[in-house]
């Protein structure tokens, strides 16, 4: 099963529409982003590979940082909850920009009328590492999805960008910067994200050329190049190549010349160049030379920036070192379900396979299938106390049910309130607030003494267990009317066969295969 294809936009110079051009002065530093994510394992798999060369000082000056997170305290995700075994789950997320904001940037780029430009997050994916460290899951977003991007405040100059419903995700850059991006995901996924990478057109050609050729494969001559000038400029001959440097930039930019021509297709190669790049560093150990790894430090810390949380040499030592306890084999590439728009052209929105994939990811469950079977079912939580008579407990009803693809259910919250009443819930109310999205109807708690009476509710209505939960965000019981009970007066609890099974339409890339081998489009064979 094949994702629907992204628009092939006229105007997009292998990077898409551009900005208004106006811009503030504001930190170049943080104009200076991720063009293409690839390059970033670069840096996060050097434990184990002569990292004591990291350690010069006057590297942790190159580093540039910014604030991991610009929207309102209400649109982020909770944070996330360690395992029975105290470990906890990394997210990062790794931002492409298309910025021009340096003459050496304009060259590689190409769109000379795009000098200065707001830059546009053209590359958006989130690399999950599991709490046990055993396996990584990477989620690659189109460029054009249509999402709700939340009220961002830039840290610098104060300004504040309203929220926006249904805008291009690759607009959250130019809104404060990458912390909007961020937050952009927060709100779309309610998964937490504990840091970010960014990295520009030229740190991708250094830091390319600091690692050394990475063996890529295309089924036919390829040349990115259309009639109008538009194009990577990436001239291959069939067969595999070793590629690095501004090829390397050339490959991961190329959306005309392979498959469908689409962000997608760009997405494939992506993931293909990065699988093979890991393999490649821990086959071969290629940085074990001192000079080599210096010259790759140098190139990373000048080129990449990050959040207030890996701004130094020590921090990002530290991360590198959880990373490197993946195994490859065990790394899972996959670009987010999706379909056309029916209102906007050209444009696509996240399918329920894209909710369940994120969903997956919020659960820390491997996408490659391989995690240990877990049981059934749930251990009985642990209660301190005794839950309060029916109809003394407090309980507030919120509606959730808004989806991906589908808009809320009007008078959710009030008809399952009539549903609790009549079953002896005297004290339940409707919340009257906007909707939200939760794919599983969930209970929440403040505290312990609260509890039991959370259980109560859970049991009358016939949620399970495991979807009563802990949180500070709520005041006393919430009962949060997920997208899994659209409608009727009973709950039941969806049939979990195949459910944490990866959705096909998700793509996925396991990052041991080396047999990977990028179609090429007829119309840019030579």
């Given at each position: 099963?094949?994702?629907?294809?992204?628009?092939?936009?006229?105007?997009?110079?292998?990077?898409?529409?551009?900005?208004?051009?106006?811009?503030?002065?504001?930190?170049?530093?943080?104009?200076?982003?991720?063009?293409?994510?690839?390059?970033?394992?670069?840096?996060?798999?050097?434990?184990?590979?002569?990292?004591?060369?990291?350690?010069?000082?006057?590297?942790?000056?190159?580093?540039?940082?910014?604030?991991?997170?610009?929207?309102?305290?209400?649109?982020?995700?909770?944070?996330?909850?360690?395992?029975?075994?105290?470990?906890?789950?990394?997210?990062?997320?790794?931002?492409?920009?298309?910025?021009?904001?340096?003459?050496?940037?304009?060259?590689?780029?190409?769109?000379?009328?795009?000098?200065?430009?707001?830059?546009?997050?053209?590359?958006?994916?989130?690399?999950?590492?599991?709490?046990?460290?055993?396996?990584?899951?990477?989620?690659?977003?189109?460029?054009?999805?249509?999402?709700?991007?939340?009220?961002?405040?830039?840290?610098?100059?104060?300004k504040t960008y309203a929220a926006s419903t249904r805008s291009m995700t690759n607009e959250s850059l130019g809104r404060g910067g990458p912390g909007c991006t961020v937050a952009t995901w927060e709100k779309l996924t309610d998964i937490h994200i504990d840091h970010f990478m960014m990295i520009d057109f030229s740190g991708v050609v250094s830091m390319a050329d600091a690692i050394g050729g990475v063996p890529?494969?295309?089924?036919?001559?390829?040349?990115?190049?259309?009639?109008?000038?538009?194009?990577?400029?990436?001239?291959?001959?069939?067969?595999?190549?070793?590629?690095?440097?501004?090829?390397?930039?050339?490959?991961?930019?190329?959306?005309?010349?392979?498959?469908?021509?689409?962000?997608?297709?760009?997405?494939?190669?992506?993931?293909?160049?990065?699988?093979?790049?890991?393999?490649?560093?821990?086959?071969?150990?290629?940085?074990?030379?001192?000079?080599?790894?210096?010259?790759?430090?140098?190139?990373?810390?000048?080129?990449?920036?990050?959040?207030?949380?890996?701004?130094?040499?020590?921090?990002?030592?530290?991360?590198?070192?959880?990373?490197?306890?993946?195994?490859?084999?065990?790394?899972?590439?996959?670009?987010?379900?999706?379909?056309?728009?029916?209102?906007?052209?050209?444009?696509?929105?996240?399918?329920?396979?894209?909710?369940?994939?994120?969903?997956?990811?919020?659960?820390?469950?491997?996408?490659?299938?391989?995690?240990?079977?877990?049981?059934?079912?749930?251990?009985?939580?642990?209660?301190?106390?005794?839950?309060?008579?029916?109809?003394?407990?407090?309980?507030?009803?919120?509606?959730?049910?808004?989806?991906?693809?589908?808009?809320?259910?009007?008078?959710?919250?009030?008809?399952?309130?009539?549903?609790?009443?009549?079953?002896?819930?005297?004290?339940?109310?409707?919340?009257?607030?906007?909707?939200?999205?939760?794919?599983?109807?969930?209970?929440?708690?403040?505290?312990?003494?609260?509890?039991?009476?959370?259980?109560?509710?859970?049991?009358?209505?016939?949620?399970?267990?495991?979807?009563?939960?802990?949180?500070?965000?709520?005041?006393?019981?919430t009962l949060y009317v997920g997208g899994d009970w659209r409608s009727g007066t009973k709950y039941t609890a969806s049939a979990k066969e195949d459910d944490d099974k990866t959705p096909e339409s998700a793509q996925a890339m396991n990052g041991a295969d080396d047999s990977q081998c990028m179609h090429v489009d007829p119309n840019y064979t030579w």
């Amino acid at each position: 099963m094949s994702l629907t294809p992204v628009d092939k936009d006229a105007s997009d110079d292998e990077g898409g529409a551009r900005g208004d051009g106006n811009g503030t002065g504001r930190g170049r530093r943080r104009r200076r982003v991720l063009r293409w994510s690839a390059t970033v394992l670069t840096l996060v798999i050097l434990g184990g590979a002569g990292a004591g060369y990291l350690y010069y000082e006057h590297l942790n000056a190159n580093i540039k940082s910014d604030d991991l997170n610009l929207g309102d305290a209400k649109d982020r995700a909770a944070k996330t909850q360690a395992n029975a075994a105290g470990q906890t789950a990394l997210n990062i997320l790794l931002i492409g920009s298309d910025a021009r904001d340096t003459a050496e940037n304009q060259k590689l780029g190409g769109a000379k009328d795009t000098y200065g430009g707001l830059p546009l997050a053209d590359v958006q994916m989130l690399l999950h590492v599991s709490a046990d460290r055993s396996n990584m899951s990477v989620v690659s977003m189109p460029r054009d999805t249509l999402v709700d991007i939340p009220k961002c405040t830039d840290p610098d100059t104060k300004k504040t960008y309203a929220a926006s419903t249904r805008s291009m995700t690759n607009e959250s850059l130019g809104r404060g910067g990458p912390g909007c991006t961020v937050a952009t995901w927060e709100k779309l996924t309610d998964i937490h994200i504990d840091h970010f990478m960014m990295i520009d057109f030229s740190g991708v050609v250094s830091m390319a050329d600091a690692i050394g050729g990475v063996p890529v494969c295309v089924d036919a001559n390829v040349y990115s190049h259309t009639s109008a000038g538009k194009g990577s400029g990436l001239k291959l001959e069939k067969g595999t190549h070793s590629i690095k440097g501004k090829q390397a930039l050339q490959w991961l930019r190329t959306r005309y010349g392979f498959e469908d021509d689409t962000d997608l297709a760009r997405a494939k190669a992506q993931h293909m160049y990065m699988n093979s790049m890991v393999r490649e560093l821990r086959a071969n150990a290629k940085l074990t030379n001192p000079n080599k790894l210096r010259k790759l430090a140098e190139a990373a810390t000048e080129a990449i920036t990050v959040d207030d949380g890996l701004d130094s040499i020590t921090k990002m030592y530290d991360l590198a070192t959880e990373l490197q306890k993946v195994p490859t084999e065990r790394i899972t590439m996959t670009t987010m379900p999706n379909a056309y728009d029916t209102v906007q052209t050209g444009r696509v929105v996240p399918t329920e396979d894209a909710a369940k994939l994120f969903r997956l990811v919020r659960e820390d469950i491997a996408l490659d299938g391989k995690d240990e079977k877990k049981t059934t079912a749930s251990p009985s939580p642990t209660v301190t106390d005794t839950a309060a008579a029916d109809d003394r407990i407090a309980v507030q009803v919120h509606n959730s049910t808004r989806t991906g693809t589908l808009a809320p259910v009007v008078g959710r919250a009030s008809a399952v309130t009539d549903v609790l009443k009549a079953k002896g819930f005297d004290e339940a109310v409707a919340d009257t607030s906007a909707a939200t999205s939760e794919e599983t109807t969930v209970i929440r708690y403040p505290s312990a003494d609260l509890q039991a009476d959370a259980l109560r509710v859970a049991k009358v209505l016939g949620v399970p267990t495991s979807q009563v939960k802990k949180s500070t965000d709520v005041s006393g019981v919430t009962l949060y009317v997920g997208g899994d009970w659209r409608s009727g007066t009973k709950y039941t609890a969806s049939a979990k066969e195949d459910d944490d099974k990866t959705p096909e339409s998700a793509q996925a890339m396991n990052g041991a295969d080396d047999s990977q081998c990028m179609h090429v489009d007829p119309n840019y064979t030579w």
